[in-house]
């Protein structure tokens, strides 16, 4: 792309610029944003097929001051790119954990929060024990604690991962698999990990009561996580057909805009206390 040409040069050299720096102004934004604490969680409630709230994920939103509520994806590449993931990602698990914690000591029931993790996080040889000190500091027990993980990340960790994950599992913090399917197809390391739960990806639940190759694809998730001894999430449910199959085919537990879409904290509160009075 680079001709002898000035003129042409100069176009994609500027080109190139513009978006560099763009980057490097949402990066220095983001950065600001952490200390100003304009990052806030919100939180999905996950039900059981009988409809008993069973778990929430805790999903980061960017609330800034002039453009309003900024989803993930628009800043966690950002995050992930410039190291601010590591600061970015403590957050998250603190300020769920100090959620959950405010929660149950205003009587309402501990129901487990997970936390989506990033491979720069679960990189870190003292991940292990940051976890069991920010639970500690909250007098939470680790069974109040997900971490969400990528197969990719597990792949790419290779031993270090399988260490880490003991620490984890010894500690008594429970491992989800998100995303699943969508990753490396190699499924041996299922039974070298200590993983509690499978997490379907939402990509195959869209069409998992029309599409025949999803509706196997689904049936095989739940069948191998069952077999393993885990626990089936099914996430992104919107309908009820999605939701009839799912049941049909025996998942443990439903997340999705069917249901609810991620909350505030004070919204989240509410469902609580809804699960309380049911
Ligand atoms: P994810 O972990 O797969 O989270 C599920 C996403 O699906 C969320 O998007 C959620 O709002 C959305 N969702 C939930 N129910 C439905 C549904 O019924 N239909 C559809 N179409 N979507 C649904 P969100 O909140 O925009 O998050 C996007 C991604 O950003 C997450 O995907 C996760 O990879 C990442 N992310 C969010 N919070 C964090 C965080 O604290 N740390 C890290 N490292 N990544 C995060
Ligand atoms: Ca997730
Ligand atoms: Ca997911
Ligand atoms: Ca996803």
Redesign the pocket.
Known sequence: VIRSDGETYRFYSNEMNDEAQARLALEADLRRALERRELI??Y?PQYDMTGALVGM?????WQHPARGLI???AF?PV??ESGL?LP??DR??RQALADLSAWHQAGLPLVPVA????AA?FAQTDFAENVRSALEQHGLPPSALEL?L?ESMLMREGEEAIRVLGQLSELGVRITI??FGTGYSSLGYLKRFPVHTL?I??SF??HVHTDSNDTIIVRAIINLGHSLGMSVVA????TDEQFTYLRGEGADVV????FS??LPREEMECALRAAVDR
């Open positions: 969680n919100h999905q994920e805790a999903l980061v939103r989803s993930p994806g966690i995050a992930e993931i970015l990602g998250v698990l936390v989506n993790i990033s996080q969400e990528t998100d995303d997490k990806d939402q639940v869209r996430e992104g449910v919107e997340q999705g805009f069917l879409r991620p």
